[in-house]
Nanobody, 122 residues
Framework: QVQLVESGGGLVQAGGSLRLSCAAS????????MGWFRQAPGKEREFVAA????????YYADSVKGRFTISRDKVKNTVYLQMNSLKPEDTAVYYC???????????????WGQGTQVTVSS
C-alpha cells in the first residue's frame, strides 16, 4: 500500500519561500513519476510539477516555472517542492501524488497524500 505524507505548508508573506516534503512509503518507486498538485478554494485541482523518480527529469506548469523546484531524495524516499518568490495566487492546498510509469502526463495518478495548506499573504 503506497502512502504519501506531505508536510511543510504554512503562512508566508508574498515574495517568501517554503519547502514542501512528501514522504513516500509502501513500495519501490523506481518506475514511478511523482507529482505535486494544488487546489485553491472554489477552483479545480491543477498540476504544479512532476519528477521521474529514477532519472530525475522534471516538468513544470508555466505558472510556477522559474520559481518552484521539484526534487527527490532516493535514500529518504522523499519528494520536495521548493517554492520561491511566492505570490498570493499560489495559495492552495498542495497535494503529493504518485503514478506508475515514467510519464509527464498530468492525469493517471494513482496515489495521493492528504494535502498541506500553503497561504501566501499580500
Amino acid at each position: 500500500q503506497v502512502q504519501l505524507v506531505e508536510s511543510g505548508g504554512g503562512l508566508v508573506q508574498a515574495g517568501g519561500s517554503l519547502r514542501l516534503s512528501c514522504a513516500a512509503s509502501g513500495r519501490t518507486f523506481s518506475s514511478y513519476t511523482m507529482g505535486w498538485f494544488r487546489q485553491a478554494p472554489g477552483k479545480e485541482r491543477e498540476f504544479v510539477a512532476a519528477i521521474i523518480w529514477s532519472g530525475g527529469s522534471t516538468y513544470y506548469a508555466d505558472s510556477v516555472k522559474g520559481r518552484f523546484t521539484i526534487s527527490r531524495d532516493k535514500v529518504k524516499n522523499t519528494v520536495y517542492l521548493q517554492m520561491n518568490s511566492l505570490k498570493p495566487e499560489d495559495t492552495a492546498v498542495y497535494y503529493c501524488a504518485a503514478r506508475m510509469g515514467m510519464s509527464f502526463q498530468r492525469s493517471g495518478y494513482d496515489y495521493w497524500g492528504q494535502g498541506t495548506q500553503v497561504t501566501v499573504s499580500s
